[in-house]
């Protein structure tokens, strides 16, 4: 198995944008997740792409994707199993897609070109990112830009990366406190974290790391920098005045004196 994507950008970005939009017109819901991503979401602002690759964490020289990342329901894993294998020509990973079951799947592509992760109905790393109550019908062929956002801040121990992908996503969009079109609905960030404590803890903290990271990169324009700032810091206005919920509260007084946060283990491939 490849360790990164054997095909160019933008034909990588054609063929999987086309396979979730095959999968659509079948009923099946898969949309992609990580910085292939944040890379579609970004594609309206040039400056944002052209940062992205200057900042290294995409091009550089090196693969720009390793992989695809899809977000999945489980009540449709065994069309989702069906699709790539009997209709896409995918090989399926028998370890994982039998020790996983409805919780992980993986699929390598009929020539090699990269594998697939299907995850389903929640992402579960530090902290637990749900897609519940039709969240994956609201975009394509990404998960929403509030589970993007989430995606990223729920990593305890986050690098420099996932905080050049927040930085060039806040770039790219703007924070409402209500759903808007092209904005990152605050207002619904907010109320994830007001019910849970440990991600609220991990999350404000990340917001900041963004902001103290890639303050003095010298790859990072001024004014870019003060479009960020402002962003991220209505998101935590927004989050700081949102109210937390008795579980917030209860779990709020122990603080850092227990775990908050899971530990993650990566799956042997």
């Not at 992402?123 to 998960?143: A, C, Q, Y």
């Not at 759903?179 to 609905?185: G, P, R, T, V």
């Not at 109210?243 to 122990?254: I, L, V």
Request: charged share 30%; hydrophobic share 35%; with cysteine.
């Amino acid at each position: 198995m490849t360790d990164f994507v054997t095909i160019p950008q933008d034909e990588f970005i054609k063929e999987v944008t086309e396979l979730v939009e095959r999968a659509q017109k079948e009923g099946i819901i898969l949309r992609i997740l990580g910085a292939l991503a944040i890379h579609i979401h970004s594609t309206h602002c040039d400056e944002c792409i052209v940062l992205h690759k200057a900042l290294d964490r995409l091009g550089g020289g090196k693969p720009m994707f390793t992989d695809l990342d899809l977000m999945a329901y489980s009540k449709q894993s065994k069309q989702v199993r069906e699709f790539f294998e009997k209709k896409m020509g995918y090989k399926p990973d028998q370890y994982v897609n039998t020790i996983f079951g409805n919780r992980r799947n993986i699929f390598y592509h009929p020539q090699g070109h990269f594998h697939v992760d299907v995850f389903y109905d929640v992402l579960s790393f530090s902290h637990d990112v749900r897609f519940e109550n039709g969240r994956l019908e609201k975009s394509i062929p990404t998960i929403p830009l509030e589970e993007l956002v989430l995606e990223k801040l729920q990593i305890h121990q986050i690098n420099r990366k996932d905080l050049v992908d927040l930085f060039v996503l806040f770039l790219a969009h703007d924070v409402s406190d209500k759903e808007e079109e092209n904005k990152i609905n605050g207002r619904y960030i907010a109320e994830i974290l007001s019910d849970d404590w440990g991600f609220w803890y991990d999350a404000t903290n990340n917001l900041k790391k963004v902001l103290e990271v890639l303050q003095n990169d010298p790859k990072v324009d001024r004014a870019q920098f003060e479009v960020v700032r402002e962003r991220i810091n209505k998101l935590l206005k927004i989050i700081d005045e949102t109210p937390k919920t008795r579980a917030w509260e209860k779990r709020a007084k122990k603080g850092t004196s227990k775990p908050w946060y899971n530990e993650v283990e990566e799956v042997e491939r």
